[in-house]
């Protein structure tokens, strides 16, 4: 695992990939830092965190697109599947790998409360809470695109793919109010990511939200090692 | 050392491996012999655990490859037909992960010089994997395959697209990686594995028709009936003096080679052996053998020889069956000359 890990970090800074994206990454959530913290007077970073969400869902398939599609394509995924480590710890070194380059993007997010600790003492804990959430949400985005990347050998298909999950779910909130049925309306907002994601943007750490997206990590890693099993079968 | 019983992978109807069962003992090597899309790399990619069988099971030295994988792969060193290399990354770079991927034990420094050194890629090793040529590739691959000291080697076509300085460098190495591994080797060259080989399969349209030694392969196959023969003396003579020789099939005029010497083609009885008698007649006479060789079979001819042994009833007498054979030695002769033509098409799905 820890091979696989190290691999496929080093892939990620030997090409553009990581660099663009926490270029991108940066210098968005240092627009919207500047713009609703610095330049309003405001110690509140719950604006910054609702608009990363965003920003989040469209970089995160831009990492996750190549990492499974791409061994797939060139035929590594033979030396892989044939060494001696198992399905799991194959899919956990890839995962974890684009989990710690999203982790250094979010991670400016920690700068910005030391911005704000330079004119007066921060709420360290809400940060820490949002800082949280948005791994969390990450965290759980990166496991479905991994598994979108491990269905297609095509790079691009993997990234609109994750794309299109992304904004799913990320519309999915507005149709409770179309939904009449009840039971449907409970269900649509269990599944929404984004009404998951603002109990963390308000600063409530909820012991339910964190299951929530820990779960789906759950589920789509194990999706993706079963894919793995069903193309040997196949 | 390895296994493999009643191995079958069906796609659909399509039976791309259709109950193959063999053993190879610790220490053989072992030639794996057929035409493109005879399922040569099927069956490579179900022992190594690449794919898993439809029925069927492969053990390696006791571990089942679904069972137990993770202790029958760490057996296993594997090339397979394409190299599985990270084009980004630098030789030493790559060998250094699959060092780790695959857990080795040994001292890795001392280990991974001491495999560039055999398969010579020590020149290259700083270099990025991108920029090398198809033949260091094909020995980065092997390289590879190679570490960890692998007990059982599995090569997919490692002389494909080699040069042949290469191909008899690769061949050298294979043979002396054999003196301390087991190695399975395919090919659809028949030299080749009879260069390296101590044992060959030979597989066709998924089914095991040959498990043999190349001389007793070769022997089955005998070519002595089929010769060619240059004499000096007139050409009708000789003609009808190899025609009235015992046991004489057929006798075919090859027209005049060198000033007053012409060639023939005999074909005599099979298990006949004409050329003793022949080389006493034609000395009666003064007319002196020039040169004399067995007609060279083509990997065709000896694939439809397999095809025909298998089943001569059927070759003989039914005419449907006889249909079939001439059909699939021309599939054959097909993705023989494909094969010519385009080295990369390799599809063997």
Known sequence: MFAIFRRELRSYFTSPIAYIYIAVFYALASFYFFGTALLSNSTNLSYVFSYLFTISMFLIPILTMRLLSEDKKYKTDQALLTAPISLLSLVLGKYLAALFVYFIGIAITLVFGVIIAAFTPPDWAVIFGHFIGLLLLGAALIAIGTFISSLTENQVIAAVGGFAVGFALMLVEALTSVVQSPLLQSVISGISFTSRYQSFTVGVLNFADVIFFLSVCVVFIFFTVRVFEKRRWS | MLEVKNLTKAYGEKRAVDDITFTVNRGEILGFLGPNGAGKSTT?????????????????????????????????????????????????????????????????????????????????????????????????????????NPDLLILDEPTVGLDPKQIIEIRGLIKKLGEKHTVILSSHILPEVQAVCERVIVINKGKLVADDTPDNLSHAMSTDH????????????????????????????????????????????????????????????????????????????????????????????????????????????????????????????
């Not at chain 2, 029958?72 to 990354?89: F, N, R, S, T």
């Not at chain 2, 060998?95 to 050194?117: G, N, Q, S, V």
């Not at chain 2, 099939?249 to 005049?256: D, I």
């Open chain 2, 44 to 148: 490579m990619n179900i022992i190594t655990g690449y794919l898993s069988s439809s029925e069927g099971t492969v053990t390696v030295d006791g571990h089942d490859i679904l069972g137990d994988p993770i202790k029958a792969k760490a057996k296993i060193g594997y090339l397979p037909e394409h190299p599985p290399l990270y084009l980004d990354m630098t030789v030493r770079e790559y060998l250094d992960f699959m060092f780790d991927l695959k857990k080795c034990k040994l001292p890795k420094k001392a280990h991974i010089a001491e495999i560039c050194e055999l398969v010579k890629i020590t020149d290259v090793y700083q270099r990025i994997i991108k920029n090398l040529s198809k033949g260091y590739r094909q020995r980065v691959g092997l390289a590879q395959a190679l570490l960890g």
């Open chain 2, 226 to 349: 089929k010769l060619t023969v240059r004499v000096d003396g007139p050409e009708d003579g000789v003609y009808q003096l190899l025609r009235g020789l015992p046991s004489m099939v057929e006798v075919q005029k090859l027209g005049v080679r060198e000033g007053s010497a012409y060639e023939y083609s005999l074909e005599a009885e099979p298990e006949a052996d004409v050329r003793r008698e022949m080389f006493k007649r034609l000395a009666d006479r003064g007319w002196p053998i020039l040169a004399l060789r067995s007609s060279e079979l083509s990997l065709e001819d000896i694939f439809l020889s397999l095809t025909s042994d298998d089943k001569p009833g059927i070759a003989l007498q039914d005419e449907a069956g006889q249909e079939e054979l001439s059909k699939s030695a021309h599939e054959l002769a097909d993705s023989l000359d494909g094969d010519a033509g385009a080295e990369e098409n390799g599809g063997e799905a």
